[in-house]
């Protein structure tokens, strides 16, 4: 009985709470990073006057952000008003929980007998993922629904309407990762790209492509960022939000980044595999949670770049982009895979 | 109208060239000389012709009044009475000369007009840190702080390195900003100093 | 059985995308435009009536602040318009310093459009990367009249002062160093799809709508007419260099955005021109002192960054001028707006404005 209660809800809770203070200090500076970024893309230099190099900037956002006045509009729903950056704050930190940062392992020998470093194993870690990801799209809806304000319906509508849009071709992209995995869990994704010796983007560049796509849109990064785009609908569904709730919808948005970064470092970039594993498996290269961190820092470095970059779609072509184009193309995808499968691979 | 597009442009089309373009413009960006300036502990120093706050210099002035026409928005008021000095000749003493500096624009046409040498008005004072806290009390500039006003804030407690110091007084402005005035007037002609 | 109604929509006066103080009263289907109606004179200042109480000199500065981002050029326009009226003959050394001013002030004005129109369509870069050759700009020009927006850098019959000691070599630093730069923006939008997505087929107007709502610059020659004041009705030594008139074939916004970019290489073009062909001598006509024109009316009319800046001065006889009428070539521009509006989406609205290049300080007055 204990240990089955120190087995099932002790361990996977005290592993959720670092793997929560780990995500939520890689969220936190993650903005950093992007203003940073963002900044030297610019010729400028970013944040530099809180803390050197402007490394507590976040904290100051933080402060601020709390300490600032709430502010609902007078005419609005408030329960919806608070449940809308709830919601989609929650899911995001809920996924953390399938995520696999790493296999078994000790950490540098700091624990006593090796531990896999991920909370729990579901056997169904895909479907979950795609489920509770689709749980966000409510709470924009809500968001912009609740503040009694066009511009922020209309951006809130869009905006799902957007997510919506984009999950079908990042499923069909996901499901070209099964057929080549073979299994829904999301550890035995990472472990097949171990045993065949290569991670999953190079037979599946094109699935990688549209996933990486539909990641940007799922996180209304640009330049599929229309429904929070400043000159167009002034700040779309957040526009009446301040304070704590503003900085819900804000953190939200980086841990989605975060997330989805994870997720396709998981499914196509060899999740906590060095690279060649074939090779370097249990080698010196292969350091534990090192190379994990590093993809996910690639793919967030990936979005801020293109934020530097592009300008943003108009959303009838944001929608024609993604049921014209990228659908079929997944749905290609799938079938040429499927194929090379079938007499390639065997 | 849409052309027919060579093989090689559509190439280009389906591998994305245009957009790897756009971040290898970004990403050489990344690394380059930063073209900014840590305001306030590194200042640009403006030009030597820069038009900042004002300086007068009231024993040059010979209260011509040109500077008062010349002005767009009439800010500059000036009084003078005639005086006779001990010799018989009659001149002029300034009684007044301010500046309502918070309608200024620093157009420069009253430095323009002053027909002195040096000049009696002058804005090449490279200052332009006027801020106040209030308006109608210190942006309102008598003769006297005509004369003494430096510009800079107050030098703050601990060691920071100084700013680069307003020219004081230059003795006359570059000759490239002379023009044939009417007649040259001299500071210490009839004229004499103003209120001392 | 359903009523379908417009939805009237108010992008107000405080927009991020408006440029300025304009109210843009839509009336939309959904997201299609019906129509676009544009108030103005939230930015009159009275400038027309200003310049009645002032003598001709005087309002030199006036003049500067209502297109306040290309000042270079408004004094330009006025300044000629008064020389017109008074008879007086420029010196030869005097035009081309104007002529170098005017061009480096057009390519800082296109800076700032394509950096705003930039922004507002989403690409935040091209913004930086345009105003640190802008600050290249403004830092000639502050060497040479003492100010870097409101310049105040001309005078009836010529020029205020010569140039400093070395300004010359670094207009040719400047010269020498923008077409790599000007790359750079052309890299990071021309060819991308994105951009061509928002810009192509978006604000169309053909060349015999554009000519009848008296459109001017860029909008105009984006529909492919070969109008510009400088090749029209050449004022300075501009019939004396070679430079070459961008013009668009479609008349959307995307051709008006390369009008604009060639625009800049041509003056840079003519700034080399300048630079080598600048002869020495006076640099203001002798005997301008006192500026009495007999009572007559004149027109004089440069290229503007934005389109035909013109001046009508009527002058009684006095020292002050009767009436002065400006045609500002933003607002006759802003007049088309809807007609470029009509059947986009309310994204395209922004994509617009931004391509007619407004600036509320020359609409207003």
Redesign the interface.
């Given at each position: 009985m204990n240990s089955i209660l120190l087995g099932l809800v002790v361990i996977p809770l005290i592993k959720y709470l670092v793997v929560v203070a780990i995500v939520m200090t890689i969220v936190a500076w993650s903005t950093w990073a992007e203003r940073k970024?963002?900044g030297?893309?610019?010729?400028?230099?970013g944040p530099?006057r809180a803390g050197p190099i402007g490394l507590l900037q976040p904290i100051a956002d933080g402060i601020k952000l709390i300490t600032k006045e709430d502010i609902i509009p007078s005419r609005s729903e408030k329960f919806l008003h608070l449940l809308g950056p709830i919601l989609v704050f929650v899911p995001a930190l809920m996924l953390f929980s399938v995520i696999p940062f790493g296999g078994e392992s000790t950490i540098f020998g700091l624990l006593k007998e090796p531990v896999t470093l991920y909370v729990t194993d579901v056997n169904i870690g895909m479907i979950l993922v795609l489920a509770l990801s689709s749980l966000g799209i409510y709470g924009l809806i809500l968001g912009g629904w609740a503040s009694n304000n066009?511009y922020s319906l209309m951006g809130g509508l869009r905006s799902a309407a957007q997510m919506v849009s984009y999950e079908i071709p990042q499923g069909f992209a996901i499901v070209a990762v099964l057929i080549l995995a073979g299994s829904l869990s999301l550890v035995r994704i990472v472990e097949a790209q171990a045993e065949s010796g290569m991670w999953f983007i190079f037979p599946g560049f094109i699935a990688f492509f549209i996933f990486f796509v539909c990641a940007v849109a799922e996180t209304n990064r640009?330049?599929f960022?229309?429904p929070e785009?400043?000159?167009?609908l002034?700040a779309g569904y957040h526009t009446e939000y301040s304070g704590m709730k503003f900085a819900l919808f804000f953190m939200a948005e980086y841990a989605n980044m975060v997330l989805v970064s994870s997720i396709g470092t998981v499914l196509f970039l060899g999740g906590w595999l060095p690279p060649f594993p074939s090779v370097t498996r249990g080698t010196m290269i292969d350091l534990p949670l090192f190379w994990f961190f590093a993809k996910v820092a690639v793919f967030l470095f990936l979005l801020i770049?293109?934020?530097?970059?592009?300008?943003?779609?108009?959303?009838?072509?944001l929608m024609a982009l993604g049921w014209k184009w990228l659908l079929p193309l997944a749905i290609l995808n799938v079938i040429a895979l499927a194929m090379l499968k079938l007499w390639v691979f065997a | 109208m849409k052309e027919k597009q060579s093989l090689g442009r559509w190439f280009r089309n389906l591998l994305l060239i245009d957009l790897f373009v756009g971040l290898y413009t970004s990403w050489k960006h990344m690394f380059r000389k930063k073209f900014t300036v840590q305001y306030p502990e590194e200042r640009i120093d403006p030009t030597d012709r820069f038009r900042g706050i004002f300086k007068f210099l009231p024993d040059v002035c010979i209260s011509c009044e040109m500077c008062a026409k010349a002005c767009p928005i009439d800010i500059i008021y000036i009084e003078w009475h005639p005086e006779q000095t001990p010799e018989g000749k009659r001149k002029k003493v300034l009684d007044r000369f301010d500046i309502d500096v918070k309608r200024c624009m620093f157009c420069g046409l009253c430095e323009e007009a002053c027909p002195t040498k040096p000049l009696a008005i002058y804005l090449t004072t490279k200052t332009y840190e006027g801020a106040t806290y209030s308006r109608d009390e210190e942006l309102y500039f008598d003769m006297e702080k005509l004369h003494t006003y430096t510009g800079l804030p107050d030098p703050p407690a601990e060691e920071k390195p100084a700013p680069k110091a307003p020219v004081p007084a230059p003795a006359g402005p570059d000759k490239a900003l002379e023009k044939p005035a009417p007649g040259e007037i001299s500071g210490s002609g009839e004229g004499g100093g103003g209120k001392e | 059985m359903f009523d379908i109604q417009e939805l009237e929509l108010n992008m107000g006066p405080q927009h991020p995308a408006t440029h300025g103080v304009l109210r843009l009263v839509l009336k939309i289907d959904g997201e299609r435009i019906i129509s676009v109606d544009p108030h103005i004179g939230y930015l009159h200042r009275g400038t027309e009536k200003l310049f009645e109480n002032q003598s001709y000199q005087a309002n030199i500065p006036h003049t500067d602040r209502m297109d306040y981002v290309a000042a270079a050029t408004n004094n330009q326009a006025y300044v000629g318009a008064v020389e017109k009226l008074l008879g007086i003959e420029v010196p030869e050394r005097a035009m081309f310093i104007r002529i170098i001013l005017a061009e480096l002030q057009r390519i800082a004005s296109h800076i700032v459009w394509l950096g705003t129109h930039a922004l507002d369509l989403g690409a935040l870069t091209p913004f930086f990367y345009g105003f640190r050759e802008r600050e290249m700009i403004l830092d000639l020009f502050e060497e040479y009249c003492g100010a870097r927006l409101t310049l105040n850098c001309m005078r009836i019959g010529g020029l205020p002062c010569d140039v400093p000691e070395g300004w010359l070599d670094r207009v040719r630093e400047f010269v020498e160093l923008f077409p790599e730069k000007l790359q750079d923006y052309h890299n990071l939008l021309t060819e991308n799809r994105i951009w061509k997505l928002r810009t192509v087929d978006v604000g169309v107007i053909s060349p015999e709508e554009a000519i009848d709502w008296g459109l001017t610059g860029p909008p105009l020659r984006g529909s492919g007419v070969q109008w510009d004041v400088r090749r029209a009705l050449p004022y300075e030594v501009y019939d004396r260099l070679d430079f070459e008139i961008p013009i668009g074939n479609n008349g959307d916004t995307y051709d008006r955005y390369l009008v604009r970019m060639e625009e800049m290489r041509q003056s840079n073009r003519i700034l080399e021109q300048c630079l080598k062909l600048i002869p020495e001598g006076d640099i203001i006509a002798k005997g301008v002192k006192i500026i009495k024109p007999k009572p007559a009316e004149v027109y004089f009319s440069v290229e503007a960054p934005k389109g035909e800046l013109g001046f009508s001065i009527v002058s009684d006889g006095s020292d002050k001028p009767y009436r002065v009428k400006v045609r500002p070539p933003c607002f006759v521009n802003l007049q088309a707006i809807e007609t470029l509006c009509k059947g986009h989406l309310i994204a395209d609205v922004v994509a617009v404005i931004g391509t007619l290049d407004i600036v509320l300080g020359e609409i207003d007055r």
């Open positions: 970024i963002l030297f893309m610019q010729a400028r230099i530099n066009k640009t330049p960022d229309l785009a400043e000159s167009e002034v770049w293109f934020r530097a970059t592009f300008p943003r779609y108009r959303f009838d072509q | - | -």
